[in-house]
């Protein structure tokens, strides 16, 4: 495939960083090669490798899934190599050749590979990105041991990360004994918090207390924030740089123009200058998580819902219906912002650019898409802000307009009436949620949702009970 690819360089329409992929060396593992990584991370380390002086970031790109194996030999078939296309909401579309995968393994096939990768003191940093559901904690941090995967990787099998990290650093301790930094970039809130948390509780139950104090002495779990839409991988841009390249090039990755990756300053061994290609070491990722989840993350959820009870497809199309598009901004600006208090973050700022990250028509995320899974996401992202107005003294009209309209979409979906698929996992939570007096308040006062909300304002059921019926009569 780099053959391929050299021969197109002269198109000025395919950029490449400048140096010799021979001359780099790994300095990184990273878990989990989907599409974000190749979108994200692998993007840093190619325009970091373009410096002279920093080419020893070459990165070690690993499969852990064994129902990815298939799609992975692809990769490694491509010697790690692959075409970013990037799209801006205008239209303007750029094309990068990435090559900064220097070496590819595949876990599943071959884990002693990884062991030797972790263990050698040359890599100083193991990226992760595994899903959310890749690190098996419940809401209170706790690892799931009962878990099948998890129960088999303490008896040693390789099903999740933390038997590939178990074995690897078990090496590393025992071997080269270098320091290393395990970061997490998966979108979690405290990611580091939560990757250490899981790691040492699978060392507790393996039962291993001398890796367990080699860990505290030697490495270290920064917090990160990522961000960058990055669709499925589709057919569509895979033909479109066949067509324009001459390439074949199967692992075509695709995403938005906007890109952030903010990292918390706590290296246990060499650091990456990742900050002379735009990423930001803080000694606090916290409010940068805060701003994406509460003013990004939020308004994706509350939109949405709405969006769907309007018959849209795209998510781009509810930011040009003029309502809704009046709903996001008013629900950021009323709610959302206030609720935050002082940041060191431009939130007003911060809200031009996701207007125009959401307008992207370009980029095709589906309504349906982002209404799945409503019980966890607004927890997570909507219930902040409506105990943070609350305690400023407010009341939160947006957000309760936001939750209502999730409501009656539960509803609707459940009677067919509008043409959105709801995607579920926690049906049996949901099922309590029935159009009845008894449905609604089950609804207003659900713990797990709302937290204290409901006890200590009386004021929100109230409200929120109003805003359902005026909901389902609208929608009705």
Request: aromatic letters at 10%; hydrophobic letters at 40%; one cysteine or more.
């Given at each position: 495939?780099?053959?391929?690819?050299?021969?197109?360089?002269?198109q000025d329409q395919l950029s490449v960083q400048h140096y010799q992929k021979d001359a780099v060396q790994a300095g990184v593992v990273h878990l989990g090669v989907g599409a974000f990584h190749r979108a994200h991370q692998a993007v840093y380390f190619d325009r970091l490798l373009a410096n002279e002086d920093e080419q020893n970031w070459g990165i070690i790109g690993v499969?852990?899934?064994?129902?990815?194996?298939?799609?992975?030999?692809?990769?490694?078939?491509?010697?790690?190599?692959?075409?970013?296309?990037?799209?801006?909401?205008?239209?303007?579309?750029?094309?990068?050749?990435i090559r900064s995968l220097i070496k590819q393994i595949d876990g599943a096939q071959a884990p002693g590979d990884v062991d030797n990768a972790l263990a050698d003191a040359s890599i100083?940093?193991?990226?992760?990105?595994?899903?959310?559901?890749?690190?098996?904690?419940?809401?209170?941090?706790?690892?799931?041991?009962?878990?099948?995967?998890?129960?088999?990787?303490?008896?040693?099998?390789?099903?999740?990360?933390?038997?590939?990290?178990?074995?690897?650093?078990?090496?590393?301790?025992?071997?080269?004994?270098?320091?290393?930094?395990?970061?997490?970039?998966?979108?979690?809130?405290?990611?580091?918090?939560?990757?250490?948390?899981?790691?040492?509780?699978?060392?507790?139950?393996?039962?291993?207390?001398?890796?367990?104090?080699?860990?505290?002495?030697?490495?270290?779990?920064?917090?990160?924030?990522?961000?960058?839409?990055?669709?499925?991988?589709?057919?569509?841009?895979?033909?479109?740089?066949?067509?324009?390249?001459?390439?074949?090039?199967?692992?075509?990755?695709?995403?938005?123009?906007?890109?952030?990756?903010?990292?918390?300053?706590?290296?246990?061994?060499?650091?990456?200058?990742?900050?002379?290609?735009?990423?930001?070491?803080?000694?606090?990722?916290?409010?940068?998580?805060?701003?994406?989840?509460?003013?990004?993350?939020?308004?994706?959820?509350?939109?949405?819902?709405?969006?769907?009870?309007?018959?849209?497809?795209?998510?781009?199309?509810?930011?040009?219906?003029?309502?809704?598009?009046?709903?996001?901004?008013?629900?950021?600006?009323?709610?959302?912002?206030?609720?935050?208090?002082?940041?060191?973050?431009?939130?007003?700022?911060?809200?031009?650019?996701?207007?125009?990250?959401?307008?992207?028509?370009?980029?095709?995320?589906?309504?349906?898409?982002?209404?799945?899974?409503?019980?966890?996401?607004?927890?997570?992202?909507?219930?902040?802000?409506?105990?943070?107005?609350?305690?400023?003294?407010?009341?939160?009209?947006?957000?309760?307009?936001?939750?209502?309209?999730?409501?009656?979409?539960?509803?609707?979906?459940?009677?067919?009436?509008?043409?959105?698929?709801?995607?579920?996992?926690?049906?049996?939570?949901?099922?309590?949620?029935?159009?009845?007096?008894?449905?609604?308040?089950?609804?207003?006062?659900?713990?797990?949702?709302?937290?204290?909300?409901?006890?200590?304002?009386?004021?929100?059921?109230?409200?929120?009970?109003?805003?359902?019926?005026?909901?389902?009569?609208?929608?009705?």
């Amino acid at each position: 495939m780099s053959n391929h690819l050299q021969a197109s360089l002269n198109q000025d329409q395919l950029s490449v960083q400048h140096y010799q992929k021979d001359a780099v060396q790994a300095g990184v593992v990273h878990l989990g090669v989907g599409a974000f990584h190749r979108a994200h991370q692998a993007v840093y380390f190619d325009r970091l490798l373009a410096n002279e002086d920093e080419q020893n970031w070459g990165i070690i790109g690993v499969n852990i899934r064994p129902q990815d194996s298939q799609a992975f030999s692809r990769f490694i078939e491509q010697d790690g190599e692959y075409v970013l296309k990037t799209m801006a909401a205008d239209g303007e579309t750029n094309y990068e050749h990435i090559r900064s995968l220097i070496k590819q393994i595949d876990g599943a096939q071959a884990p002693g590979d990884v062991d030797n990768a972790l263990a050698d003191a040359s890599i100083q940093l193991v990226t992760s990105t595994v899903t959310e559901g890749g690190y098996y904690l419940d809401e209170n941090r706790k690892l799931m041991l009962d878990h099948p995967a998890i129960k088999g990787d303490i008896e040693g099998a390789r099903n999740t990360l933390y038997a590939f990290l178990y074995a690897g650093l078990k090496k590393r301790s025992e071997t080269s004994k270098a320091k290393i930094t395990l970061l997490c970039c998966d979108n979690l809130r405290h990611n580091g918090e939560l990757l250490q948390a899981g790691l040492m509780q699978f060392l507790e139950a393996k039962q291993d207390t001398e890796l367990a104090n080699w860990i505290k002495q030697n490495v270290s779990f920064p917090c990160s924030m990522v961000d960058r839409i990055t669709p499925k991988p589709s057919q569509q841009h895979v033909d479109d740089v066949q067509s324009r390249f001459g390439v074949d090039d199967q692992m075509t990755v695709m995403g938005e123009d906007f890109i952030q990756w903010v990292v918390e300053d706590n290296f246990a061994g060499k650091k990456p200058s990742l900050d002379k290609v735009g990423v930001q070491f803080v000694q606090d990722v916290v409010p940068f998580e805060e701003a994406k989840i509460r003013i990004l993350n939020a308004s994706y959820t509350c939109v949405t819902y709405q969006a769907a009870l309007k018959g849209l497809t795209y998510f781009d199309e509810a930011m040009r219906d003029e309502e809704l598009h009046q709903y996001f901004k008013d629900f950021i600006l009323q709610d959302s912002i206030p609720a935050i208090g002082d940041s060191v973050v431009d939130l007003p700022a911060y809200l031009d650019i996701i207007a125009k990250r959401f307008s992207n028509a370009n980029i095709g995320d589906t309504v349906e898409r982002i209404c799945s899974d409503g019980y966890a996401k607004f927890p997570i992202f909507v219930f902040p802000t409506l105990e943070g107005t609350y305690r400023k003294g407010r009341t939160p009209n947006k957000t309760i307009q936001g939750i209502a309209s999730w409501f009656t979409f539960i509803q609707l979906t459940n009677e067919g009436k509008i043409k959105t698929q709801y995607h579920e996992p926690s049906k049996a939570e949901v099922a309590a949620f029935t159009n009845t007096a008894e449905g609604i308040n089950a609804f207003v006062t659900d713990s797990f949702l709302w937290g204290n909300v409901p006890t200590e304002f009386p004021e929100f059921v109230t409200q929120l009970t109003q805003a359902i019926h005026t909901n389902m009569e609208k929608y009705a």
